[in-house]
């Protein structure tokens, strides 16, 4: 009998480091998610306004065994448990994304099962099969920290891009107005707390891509406006009400310029893969409700399926790290010991 035989389900420990959560989770093949820890090294990089790539790559060394240590006792389970080992190969800081490699090598290689090195992104695009059992193909949004992409998913392995970020990522604007109102790190969920006071009209800030063809997004141009309703409305400091406005504003236009783009998409979406009727959205932005809102009235319009993973599972976790694991495995594909953590790894160039 093989030794896995005697293990019942396909139960997958996932671990995540590519930036700055330190995170392991266990997830078992019928989607249930038995444990999912999240270390957010928040206090570690605030003094900085910003993620240092060196204390993020100490914190996720000091701290990783630790939380996942945890995830098993969450979870009940010992490391003979496991069926396979999944752990971000990249893309990200890569610093923290060969402490995650080397520890899921150390864990797979004591244990005797597979090792998986799931690419950060494919992650991000297949929660929603977690989440909600989505059927490929599906048109996905992908906004986050360092991306904002509109892929058609076609199976594991397989994305077509169809548009993306000319300059910065969404994720990255958020952070970035933030940091210029002072209102702290990371930006998208401070921005998200300001503007629920404040105006969306009040600053009529540009839709940049808007009402062109294509599914291609830009966000450098709304950073200047920002940066210029900052210096014209303040004295010597923004006062909270302006900053409200400002934050919601900001919200508006992004949420606003990111549907029209994402409109575009599903018309292309529905050209070339009648069969699918699903819009995913996914990564740290996807958390952001205004633009939950937004895309979901559009889907009602044009009769597509609206899914957005619970923000929790939006934002860096090892639940999706695991459950790409999963998928990989189920297909049969593995990484040996001699994978090499990629600080770049864009997803239409992944292969099942
Ligand atoms: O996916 P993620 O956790 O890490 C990356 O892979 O980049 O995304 C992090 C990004 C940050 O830029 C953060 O400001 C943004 O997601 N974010 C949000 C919200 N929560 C996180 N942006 C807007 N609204 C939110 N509620
Ligand atoms: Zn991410």
């Known amino acids: 009998m093989d030794d896995w035989d005697r293990v019942a389900a396909m139960i997958v420990l996932g671990i995540e480091t590519s930036c700055d959560e330190t995170a392991a989770a266990i997830v078992r093949d019928d989607r249930e998610i038995l444990a999912n820890v999240v ?34 006792a969450q979870a009940e389970l010992a490391p003979a448990d496991l069926y396979g080992i999944a752990a971000t190969g990249g893309p990200g800081l890569i610093g923290g994304v060969i402490v995650g490699t080397m520890t899921a090598k150390a864990l797979a290689a004591a244990t005797g099962v597979p090792y998986i090195a799931v690419n950060h992104l494919e992650a991000h695009a297949l929660t929603a099969r977690l989440t909600d059992g989505v059927a490929f193909p599906y ?50 969920p401070a921005i998200e707390t300001a503007a629920a006071n404040g105006d969306p009209k009040r600053f009529d800030f540009p839709r940049p891509m808007k009402g062109r ?19 014209k409305s303040v004295g010597e400091a923004l006062s909270d009400a302006d900053a409200a406005d400002i934050a919601a504003s900001f919200q508006a236009a992004v949420a606003e310029t990111i549907t029209d783009r994402s409109a575009n998409a599903l018309q292309q979406f529905s050209e070339d893969y009648p069969e699918g009727n699903t819009l995913v959205v996914a990564g740290g932005v996807a958390a952001n409700t205004e633009l939950r809102q937004k895309l979901s009235g559009l889907c009602a319009l044009t009769g597509f399926r609206f899914v957005a993973p619970p923000p929790v599972l939006c934002t860096d976790n090892g639940a999706m790290i695991a459950w790409a694991g999963i998928e990989r495995l189920r297909l049969g594909l593995t990484d040996d010991m001699e994978f090499a953590p990629r600080p770049r790894w864009p997803l239409d160039t992944l292969q099942a």
């Open 213 to 231: 063809p294509g599914c291609d997004f830009s966000f450098s141009g709304l950073k200047t406006a920002i940066r210029q309703a900052i210096l």
């Open 139 to 188: 048109l996905l949004l992908l906004v986050s920290g360092g991306h904002c992409q509109l892929l058609a998913v076609e199976g594991v392995g397989h994305y077509s891009m169809l548009g993306a970020t000319v300059d910065d990522a969404v994720g990255e604007a958020f952070d970035k107005c933030a940091k210029m109102m002072g209102l702290g790190f990371p930006g998208g």
């Open 39 to 72: 270390y957010s090294q928040l206090d570690e990089h605030r003094a900085f306004g910003g993620v240092v790539p060196e204390i993020a790559a100490r914190a996720h060394l000091d701290i990783l065994d630790g939380v996942v240590r945890e995830a098993l």
